[in-house]
Nanobody, 121 residues
Framework: QVQLVESGGGSVQAGGSLRLSCSAS????????MGWYRQVPGKQRELVATITRGSSTTYADSVKGRFTISRDNARKMVSLQMNSLKPDDTAVYYC???????????????WGQGTQVTVSS
């Protein structure tokens, strides 16, 4: 099983910046796409940004131009640089990874434990 450990959440005023990082631990898996999702109480978890192993990226319209996702394949890490933060960005942010087991070739979805981001006006 792949474990995803997130760091970097916190509180910031509107207009500020935060950087989230997520590292994947476990050998025997190939990490494919990685991404960040967020969720607020009472709402569904929504996609924020994803990045493929080849570094192709997708972003939610609400974060385009403000957030940047990047990854380090060698270190099995994905990061999310969040600039010009807004109160609407307040949520629990979850790291996500699609990983292929080398032995079975099955693909699995893994989630981090979540990190709180709070943006005050």
């Amino acid at each position: 099983q792949v474990q995803l450990v997130e760091s970097g959440g916190g509180s910031v005023q509107a207009g500020g910046s935060l950087r989230l990082s997520c590292s994947a631990s476990r050998s025997g898996f190939s990490i494919n796409a990685m991404g960040w999702y967020r969720q607020v109480p009472g709402k569904q978890r929504e996609l924020v940004a994803t990045i493929t192993r080849g570094s192709s990226t997708t972003y939610a319209d609400s974060v385009k131009g403000r957030f940047t996702i990047s990854r380090d394949n060698a270190r099995k890490m994905v990061s999310l640089q969040m600039n010009s933060l807004k109160p609407d960005d307040t949520a629990v942010y979850y790291c996500n990874a699609l990983a292929t087991d080398f032995q079975t070739l099955y693909e699995y979805v893994y989630w981090g434990q979540g990190t709180q981001v709070t943006v005050s006006s």
